[in-house]
């Protein structure tokens, strides 16, 4: 049976942002069933999985209130399409819940499947916007090296890692990005005024270098994910959106993964106050239990691309599955888990054990950097912790590390650079983090002992 599923996963099953080749070598691993913070595989291997699947079932597997709500809707109503003014109740009432609980400015909700397709509608609408609003030369968009917006058309170009682009004719010409606020490789990266200045000059430059009147929009991750878990400076997210509002240009704020107390607010904007023009959200929102994102925007944009009521063209963007009923009965469940389940609550009694876990291993002679915010965090692995040089990529460490990592009961992210990603679920309990940092401990310990990884060193 499993050899069969292997099989047939190596013919037929294309993997998302794997090499293809080196898949049909080792083929899948296949998980079964999930309880809490943990995994069990098809060989009845129990994993510690300190990743929420990826980076979003924030609850933690197995909560059967949410599984209730889904069986409940999906039995009386499995499915209502948004179009030809239709709705259904937990599509409004989700709309609703997300207006009370994101940043004030944000009063007005598109409903997307995921993350990918949130950031294609966001920048679908700030085109029409502009268009509407008769700019339409403001058509050029600015990001951040080494963020991350999905893999869409367009905003697999606003992402910033090159194999999004490689063969894909990306970035497309009127995609710009600006330097990386990454304060362990910055030299004045301890001086956070520093780092936070310097993202503004950044920004400042590149619209004047664009025009100003050529800009639409900004957009940002509160803290840089997929790139690898960069944590920018407090305040950084403020500074941005006060250069935005002084430059008239449109700041997004992009809280797929950082969104529903991932950083120890229901939203990261939230810890700086900021208002974003729109923000973008996945993940988190269903906990990963069905797919579903949104992108929200303030009342002017909305005003904006509704127009009048005379007007002949509608604004030509939607999808069948947009406001699923079914994803919107499991959102609204699971975020009152969040917020009355007491998963908000634990998440922030649990974050100093987590940062104090990973504080510890930087006395480990592998790691350089330790990182965090809220269940959000990294550690660095360097070869040399003076000079912060990087491992030679023919070691393929990262490899070794995960294989480590799984053989020793634990999933985290282990990225090609040398950068090993956490997103333990909000439900991670101290005995979980203990066995965390134990098995974490002793990946690098069982790595580090390879004659030539030491010999790097
Ligand atoms: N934006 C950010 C910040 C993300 O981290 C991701 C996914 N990791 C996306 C967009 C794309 O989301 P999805 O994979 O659901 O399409």
Redesign the pocket.
């Known amino acids: 049976m499993q050899d069969d599923l292997i099989e047939l996963d190596k013919q037929h099953y294309i993997h998302?942002v794997i090499n293809y080749r080196a898949h049909e070598k080792r083929g899948a691993t296949i998980f079964k069933s999930g309880n809490g913070a943990y995994l069990t595989d098809i060989d009845d291997n129990t994993l510690l999985d300190a990743f929420s699947g990826?980076?979003?079932v924030n609850t933690g597997y197995g909560h059967e209130s949410i599984v209730n709500a889904a069986q409940e809707q999906m039995r009386t109503l499995p499915y209502a399409t948004g179009y030809f003014h239709f709705a259904s109740e937990p599509a409004i009432k989700l709309a609703a819940k997300l207006v009370e609980i994101t940043p004030s400015s944000l009063q007005h909700v598109f409903f997307s499947?995921?993350?990918?397709?949130?950031?294609d509608s966001a920048i679908r609408f700030i085109v029409h916007y502009f268009n509407s609003l008769g700019k339409p030369n403001k058509k050029q968009f600015i990001s951040i090296e080494r963020?991350?917006?999905?893999?869409?058309s367009q905003?697999a170009g606003l992402?910033a890692l090159p194999v999004f682009h490689r063969n894909f004719d990306l970035p497309l010409p009127n995609q710009h990005k600006i330097p990386c606020p990454y304060s362990y490789r910055l030299p004045h990266g301890d001086d956070a005024d520093a780092v936070i200045t310097e993202s503004v000059a950044a920004l400042k430059n590149k619209v004047s270098e664009l025009g100003e009147d050529n800009v639409a929009a900004f957009f940002c991750?509160p803290i840089i994910?997929?790139g690898g878990v960069i944590v920018p400076p407090n305040g950084w997210l403020k500074a941005m959106q006060e250069c935005c509002n002084e430059l008239g240009i449109l700041f997004v704020v992009?809280?797929?993964?950082?969104g529903f107390g991932r950083t120890g607010t229901m939203f990261a904007s939230d810890a700086e106050n900021v208002n974003p023009d729109l923000m973008?959200m996945?993940?988190g929102l269903t906990a990963g239990y069905a797919?579903m994102?949104a992108v929200m925007m303030s009342d002017r944009i909305y005003q904006t691309l509704a127009g009048d009521e005379t007007e002949t063209a509608p604004v030509g963007h939607g999808y069948t599955y947009s406001a699923h009923p079914v994803s919107a009965a499991i959102a609204l469940e699971v975020i009152r888990l969040y917020e009355e389940g007491g998963l908000l609550e634990n998440a922030q009694k649990v974050t100093p054990i987590f940062e104090k876990g990973l504080q510890s291993l930087l006395s480990h002679p592998l790691v350089g950097d330790a990182r965090s915010r809220g269940l959000l965090g990294a550690l660095e692995l360097v070869s040399n912790k003076h000079t912060k040089s990087q491992f030679d990529p023919n070691l393929k460490l990262p490899e070794r590390i995960s294989e480590a990592a799984y053989k020793n009961g634990v999933i985290f992210r282990s990225f090609s650079d040398g950068i090993l990603g956490f997103a333990p679920a909000l439900c991670f309990s101290q005995h979980d983090f203990e066995l965390l940092f134990e098995r974490v401990r002793k990946t690098l310990d069982d790595v580090l002992a390879q004659p030539d990884v030491k010999a790097s060193l």
């Not at 963020?147 to 869409?152: A, I, N, P, V």
């Not at 992009?254 to 950082?258: K, N, Q």
């Open positions: 998302p990826l980076w979003c499947l995921g993350g990918s397709d949130a950031v963020g991350y917006h999905g893999s869409s905003g992402t991750e994910g997929s992009d809280e797929v993964i950082t973008t996945a993940k797919p994102g």
